[in-house]
């Protein structure tokens, strides 16, 4: 198995980079894989290689088309500051009412999609495998429709995966995402390079699935997936400035070793919050199939 993700990952080396870098992602979803409880369908720990390929999914879908694009891209963020005073409603076209209808749009002077809808595409994706693993509890073994249910359930895992890790860089949750935009009188960077320079360049190069698995969590059951979402996104937007002061200090420039172990201890401990997270919904949307599903309740 180990040697099956090794060939993986250096067969990819070579793909051109996005969001967390193409190393960054699949990273997060290989370190998924460890530490996952064994009570899972043993289909789920022998497609280990593929949950791990999947992860990038999303961002290699970028220039699809102007439809594709314009659907895609807001489920990578969430620009918090924008709805920070906002009560969240459970689905995205109540939240996308809400922007209206709260005066947010007006007041910041944004498109509906702008604020971003990654909790909403987390809880969405959660729901949809929670179902999945419920039909494939009730398929026959062995059939040909529980092979197809499996196939779903891996993709969509594996998909999962690249919004998880998203939401754990805190460069994705805020307005702030590719310069500081606010009052800046520390000084911190706004040359339009601190995603590229924090995400991908010093990911791929200072950090390694090694560097994650240490520093992840006990694994832990989720059953409420947009609180957790949403929660998970608070939690890494409170880090935004950490990011610009550890970059203002050369915490991320390769070519200033001193300044490293800060920034390297970061950006592990930021991919290790979404593999924890990953691995625990992964295992959740499992355990709670076995649960009939609730009635349908009005939106909030």
């Not at 895609?72 to 109540?94: C, G, W």
């Not at 920034?263 to 593999?275: H, N, Q, Y």
């Amino acid at each position: 198995m180990k040697r099956l993700i090794l060939a993986l990952l250096l067969s990819l080396a070579a793909v051109p980079a996005f969001s967390w870098g193409q190393a960054g992602h699949l990273m997060a979803n290989e370190a998924a894989t460890f530490g996952l409880p064994t009570d899972m369908p043993q289909f789920f720990y022998r497609l280990f290689p593929q949950l791990v390929w999947l992860g990038p999914n999303p961002d290699r879908w970028r220039g699809g088309g102007p439809a594709l694009d314009a659907t895609n891209a807001p489920d990578h963020v969430m620009n918090y500051e924008y709805i920070a005073a906002l009560k969240l409603p459970r689905d995205r076209y109540s939240f996308i009412a809400l922007l209206t209808t709260s005066g947010t749009l007006r007041r910041y002077g944004i498109r509906n999609t702008d604020a971003g809808f990654l909790p909403w595409r987390i809880a969405e994706m959660c729901e949809q495998l929670t179902v999945e693993w419920r039909l494939w509890r009730s398929a026959a073994p062995g059939s040909p429709d529980r092979l197809f249910i499996e196939r779903d359930i891996v993709r969509d895992s594996g998909v999962l995966g690249h919004f998880v890790a998203d939401a754990s860089n805190p460069l994705h949750d805020t307005i702030s995402y590719n310069g500081w935009i606010m009052p800046n009188p520390n000084g911190y960077a706004n040359d339009c390079q601190i995603h590229a320079r924090f995400e991908s360049d010093f990911v791929s190069h200072a950090i390694s699935t090694g560097d994650i698995v240490p520093r992840m969590t006990a694994p832990q059951l989720r059953t409420d997936y947009f609180d957790t979402a949403i929660t998970f996104i608070r939690q890494s937007n409170a880090l935004v400035e950490e990011v610009y002061r550890i970059d203002k200090a050369g915490g991320f420039d390769l070519f200033r070793k001193p300044s490293l172990p800060e920034g390297k201890t970061f950006a592990a401990e930021r991919l290790a919050s979404g593999a924890s997270l990953l691995r625990d919904l992964w295992w959740s949307t499992w355990r709670n199939s076995a649960n009939p599903p609730k009635r349908r309740e009005a939106a909030d």
